[in-house]
Every structure is written in structure tokens, then in C-alpha cells.
């Protein structure tokens, strides 16, 4: 019998969609000189508060995704050593 190890998948789907679509946007505004725009956007992405994306890690005992600052799977439970 084998185990296969489940694919890594973001915990919050919808946050990591909308930073991609931040990034889109913005690699579009490099060729747009309009300021107005460029502070409208800016503030949009502020209001949003996305923030950085985060570390992800699996779970040694259950294969499910983890925060790398978790102490337990939200899974299994499992006890997660420190990174």
C-alpha cells in the first residue's frame, strides 16, 4: 500500500486569489502614468490589508496544510517541532 502526500493548498484560497490579482493589476499600472489612479489603487490594496503571504508547511504526521508558525495541525493535532 502507498501513501501519497497530499499537495500543499492554501488555507485561506480567496486572500491568496485577490494578492494575485493585486499583482496583476499592478504590473499593469507600471505602464500607466495616470496618479490619480495610481493613489486610487494604492489605497484600494490598503483598505484590503492583504498583507505578505504566508509560510506554508506539511504536516509530518497527516500530509495536511500547515502555517509554518503553527504549533499543532489544524488537521490531525499533531504536535508541529518549531521552525
Not at 499537495?7 to 507600471?30: I, M, S
Not at 492583504?50 to 509530518?60: F, H, S, V, Y
Amino acid at each position: 500500500m502507498t501513501t501519497t502526500r497530499r499537495e500543499l493548498t492554501h488555507p485561506d484560497r480567496k486572500r491568496a486569489e485577490l494578492r494575485g490579482l493585486v499583482n496583476a493589476v499592478e504590473v499593469a499600472l507600471e505602464r500607466d502614468e495616470s496618479v490619480p489612479l495610481r493613489a486610487a489603487w494604492r489605497e484600494l490594496v490598503d483598505k484590503l490589508a492583504l498583507g505578505p503571504e504566508p509560510e506554508l508547511r506539511a504536516c509530518p504526521a497527516c500530509g495536511a496544510t500547515c502555517m509554518q508558525t503553527a504549533t499543532r495541525c489544524g488537521h490531525c493535532w499533531a504536535e508541529l517541532a518549531a521552525s
